[in-house]
């Protein structure tokens, strides 16, 4: 991507969960998700298996993945 992701923590965020290495918020626009490192983590379609990552600072990254819930 040319650019940093923070791998330790997208294990955690594909789960749907905060990465445990570092503090993390509610998201401030009160939509499902928490921010973490920089990063907003949308959790909005989380039950679609969808997640979305958004780091604000520029340059801006969107990191969007379908995750495969199990039944």
């Known amino acids: 991507l040319g650019e940093a992701i923070p791998m ?5 965020w594909l789960r749907g969960r905060a990465w445990s290495g570092a503090p993390a918020t509610a998201r401030a626009d009160g ?6 490192l920089g990063w907003q983590i949308s959790l909005q379609r989380w039950d679609e298996g969808a997640l979305e ?3 604000t600072l ?3 990254i969107i990191v969007r993945a379908r995750v495969e819930l199990p039944s």
């Open 8 to 12: 330790a923590a997208l294990f955690d």
């Open 31 to 36: 939509e499902p998700g928490f921010e973490q």
């Open 53 to 55: 990552a958004v780091r």
């Open 58 to 60: 520029p340059p801006m």
